[in-house]
């Protein structure tokens, strides 16, 4: 029997991670967030010497906010030259779509085997590719402009929650402090970076976004975005979206894409009603390396390999 999120708080039925928040978790990271100078992981104690600079606290302008289908269990988000495509879970009811932006409206939808529950979604060149939570196996697909095409399928060890792509590599969360880097042709593990805001691992680490040469991930739980240096794993900033849905609903914010061309990010959550086009404000400023404008679904060194 499937347990949706609306009969149970937590689907322990099928072995899963909890769905919701308990109300003690949101006091307690609201805590940490206002007794602490250290801004820190939402589920990590925090000890460090106040010698340490304490890590920067994003905030936002709200550009715009679109329809979001509110049962639409967001597990992958991404924005394509003007694309947006979304990536659902659930067993029985996870889905890939492609869906106007503006209203919200579905263009074209592909159903996933029952016995799957999606998770993140990124871009390669023309293919999507979509992990699933714990079934092992990650999907590949092209958009012919009326139907998404099942492609090709993968495997890797242990759990599948969030994907990006930074050019190079694909970029993978498992609900660890851990992101996996996957050789984007045989998907095979090249590496692992650990994620630390001041020496402290950065746990539960979900939906991903590479933009600007930098990791954006939505910590499972958490109304924070965490920004991430891709070669040392550190912190470089926390975005706070505390509120940006009001009144909330039971689904925690989960979906991050970026437009390039506006530098605005889109953040929407599990069955939430809406989506949000934002800027961030009082930031420390993007990587300085990284100056080329190339960002998540762009390809650069396999272009030869994936044709746009
Ligand atoms: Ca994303």
């Known amino acids: 029997m499937l347990v949706k999120p609306a009969d149970k708080p937590y689907n322990l039925a099928m072995g899963g991670k909890p769905l919701y928040p308990s109300v003690c978790c949101c006091l307690a990271t609201l805590l940490i967030a206002v007794v602490s100078v250290h801004a820190a992981g939402p589920n990590e104690s925090v000890s460090k010497s106040d010698t340490h600079q304490a890590t920067p606290v994003c905030t936002y302008n709200e550009i715009a906010r679109y329809p979001h289908d509110s049962e639409a269990f967001t597990q992958g988000l991404v924005y394509t030259d003007g694309v947006l495509y979304e990536g659902t879970g659930l067993y029985g009811e996870s889905t890939l779509r492609r869906v106007t932006l503006e209203t919200g409206v579905l263009e074209q939808v592909y159903d996933l085997p029952a016995g799957y529950f999606g998770e993140g979604v990124t871009t390669r060149g023309a293919e999507l590719i979509q992990l699933t939570w714990q079934g092992q196996v990650g999907f590949v697909y092209v958009d012919d402009g009326e139907d998404f095409i ?47 805001d001041d020496g402290v691992l950065v746990n539960k680490l979900n939906e991903l976004e590479y933009i600007h040469g930098e990791i954006f991930a939505n910590i499972w739980y958490s109304n924070r975005i965490a920004r991430i240096d891709p070669t040392s794993g550190d912190l470089i900033a926390w975005v706070d979206l505390t509120g ?53 679904g762009d390809v650069q060194g396999w272009s030869s390999y994936f044709p746009p």
């Open 150 to 196: 099942k492609v090709g399928e993968f495997n890797y060890p242990g759990q599948g929650w969030g994907l990006t792509f930074d050019g190079d590599w694909l970029i993978m969360s498992d609900g660890t402090s851990s992101l996996r880097f996957l050789d984007p042709l045989t998907f095979a593990e090249v590496s692992r970076l650990e994620v630390r």
């Open 244 to 296: 940006i849905l009001d009144p909330p609903v039971p689904g925690v914010l989960n979906g991050i894409a970026y437009d390039k061309l506006t530098n605005h990010l889109l953040v929407t959550g599990k069955d939430w009603p809406l989506l949000f086009e934002i800027e961030l404000v009082d930031c420390p400023p993007y990587l300085p390396f990284f100056a080329d404008g190339f960002e998540s």
